[in-house]
């Protein structure tokens, strides 16, 4: 039995670039997205369109066509592992897109067209059906109905944005929960297509982030996200790949036990202070004090800390002393992996539930072990891309901060021991966080 592409109980993405691009940018994101999926419940979905055929310019790009469209698609479904989804705009299409396709899209525009709707059931492959920008919710009942007169057991709607006023969108939360009950249907929210001013510039990213911090309060609002165009030609919105693995799923979060951390370019900028004191050769480097508070916070959480560079330094010595973190290793040939594997041995902690930040190709080993692996914002290009956290904050400048915050928020344990630390130093409990 095929696995469910639209799981009722479990997060799940669709996400890529809005129209099949050339195999090396298919693949980058493609590969990207299949790391990232390890860590998404109900898994990704590696979206893009072998023919746009409702762009709003007449010379717009519009794809390669069904026939090169599919056969790309298909490489990047044997490279990758990936399901697939595209578009379908015909009747005609739908056949032939399902043979290579593990997902049929019908496109807001048309999810009123019966024969199209027909067609797309009729495969017997899921359907994801995107409401259009001029109907309310239980509207889409309707379009769900048409696709399930056919042999298709699985389909999702989506909402991406209503008409308000002119060139303009806007979404109603109260949507998600409206069109779940009318179509008994997974609804995916596409947070790029809804924050879209058509033909002029959007900002592609906020909704999805805010939506799914309302998910973190227990509202079931947007059950999954769409978060695609991010290709050659959807430059404005190309950023939201890079920011899907800001959301770190509340189970991943509760799994990790250990919290590894590089020091140059993590816990510091990178610089280095080398002189000589009376003869001695010194070298002083500069941390971040919010930096230091977050690793509390982490250990006053019960997750181990443990400091690990390819440097011998007494600067860094002195440094993890003052934190009392659980552990610190310095290796002066940078043999990190090594380092953490005995770290986890004697903890008995699986690599699975660690985390790493790392910003330079010392930490790729490391990085492509753990379970959380997180890039500083000044990590080198292949060390982001290997990560499923992009911090936005650089080495030395509260980046750690910013992961132990991210992190235990994810856990829902944030508001629990900024409390138990107030209460340390006033011995009152204050209610400032509510």
């Not at 496109?107 to 109907?135: E, I, Y």
């Not at 790029?192 to 906020?206: D, E, I, L, M």
């Not at 901060?401 to 944030?414: S, Y």
Request: net charge positive; with cysteine.
């Amino acid at each position: 039995m095929l696995p469910a592409r639209f799981p009722g109980d479990a997060f799940f993405v669709i996400a890529g670039p809005c129209v099949i691009e050339d195999d090396d940018l298919n693949f980058r994101v493609a590969d990207h997205l299949a790391r990232l999926a390890e860590r998404v419940p109900g898994g990704i979905i590696f979206k893009a369109s072998f023919d746009k055929a409702n762009r709003s310019n007449r010379g717009a790009a519009r794809g390669p066509g069904i026939d090169a469209g599919l056969a790309a698609l298909a490489r990047v479904r044997e490279r990758s592992g990936l399901p697939v989804l595209t578009d379908v705009h015909l009747p005609e299409q739908c056949a032939a897109a399902a043979q290579v396709a593990d997902v049929l899209q019908i496109p807001a525009f048309l999810c009123r067209q019966s024969d199209l709707l027909a067609a797309a059931g009729a495969t017997g492959k899921p359907v994801n059906v995107k409401k259009g920008q001029w109907m309310h919710p239980e509207g889409m009942r309707g379009a769900v109905d048409k696709v399930r007169a056919g042999s298709t057991t699985e389909v999702a709607v989506t909402e991406r944005g209503t008409f308000f006023g002119y060139g303009d969108l806007v979404v109603d939360m109260r949507s998600f929960v409206r069109m779940r009950a009318a179509c008994n249907a997974p609804v995916v929210f596409d947070g790029t297509h809804s924050v879209q001013q058509p033909g002029r510039r959007g900002s592609g990213w906020p909704l999805p982030r805010d939506t799914s911090r309302s998910r973190s309060r227990a509202q079931r609002w947007p059950e999954h996200a769409s978060v695609g165009r991010c290709g050659r030609r959807d430059r404005p919105r190309r950023g939201a790949l890079a920011s899907v693995p800001h959301m770190i799923s509340t189970a991943l979060a509760k799994r990790i036990k250990l919290v590894g951390l590089d020091v140059d370019g993590v816990l510091t900028d990178g610089g280095l202070y080398i002189g000589d004191v009376g003869g001695m050769p010194q070298e002083l480097k500069r941390y971040d004090i919010q930096d230091g508070l977050g690793i509390h916070l982490l250990r006053a959480s019960g997750i181990k800390v443990a400091i690990i560079t390819g440097r011998v330094s007494e600067s860094v010595r002195l440094r993890a002393a003052e934190l009392e973190v659980d552990d610190l290793v310095q290796d002066a040939q940078a043999r990190k992996l090594p380092a953490l594997l005995r770290l986890l041995e004697r903890y008995d902690i699986k690599a699975e539930d660690t985390a790493f930040v790392g910003d330079d190709f010392p930490d790729h080993p490391v990085l492509r072990m753990v379970g959380l692996p997180v890039s500083v914002a000044n990590a080198v290009p292949e060390i982001r891309a290997l990560c499923s956290v992009q911090l936005t904050r650089t080495g030395g400048n509260g980046a750690v901060r910013e992961f132990a915050e991210m992190l235990l928020k994810a856990r829902g344990d944030w508001e629990r021991v900024v409390s138990d630390y107030l209460v340390e130093r006033i011995d009152t409990k204050l209610e400032v966080l509510r």
